[in-house]
């Protein structure tokens, strides 16, 4: 295996730890800053996770990322064609970011921010060796980086309204009959 191959798949590893933070603290986090988080809604201001609704719908809208990023890791270790893979990486790298910044907005611990950290600066070196690696110009790494961060966003925003559907789904089954 080549070393592109192997930076390649840290991009789904690296998004799954980062999303089992928050997973995992966000429920007890919205509970222990409840008041900070009503009080910024009614002010207008919309606080982190504020369309959280479950570990469950959250979980789903986590796992059709996982999927999307893996595919794109396999797409280019099987063909060659990293171009989506480095699109999608670079919107996550850029994602942590967000993390730090809503945290410093919120002036407390938002979930996801201790990963983003480490992740940030990891991802920032496989990019720069990944750039290094792959058989594409300034440009159509930069035009990869605009198209990858916008559909990236895209998505996230497509998924945050679905998490209501995935929501009611899960009621649903979890009413029905056995």
Known sequence: MN????LIWFFPVLFMMHDFEEIIVVGAW????????SSMNKDGRKAPFSDYISADSFSCAVAE??????AAALTGILWG???IWFGFFFCIVFHFLIH???SVKFGHYVPGLVTSVP???ISCRILWKAIYLMPYSA???LITAVVGFTVGIANVIWLHKLMPVFHGW?????????
């Open 139 to 141: 440009v159509v790494l």
């Open 65 to 70: 990322e996982f999927i999307l990023f893996s």
């Open 3 to 6: 070393t592109l191959n192997v």
């Open 119 to 121: 992740f940030f600066l």
């Open 100 to 102: 730090v910044y809503l």
């Open 170 to 178: 899960l009621e649903k089954y979890r009413k029905s009959s056995k």
């Open 81 to 83: 064609n990293y171009i």
């Open 30 to 37: 919205k509970e222990k800053y409840s008041v900070l988080i």
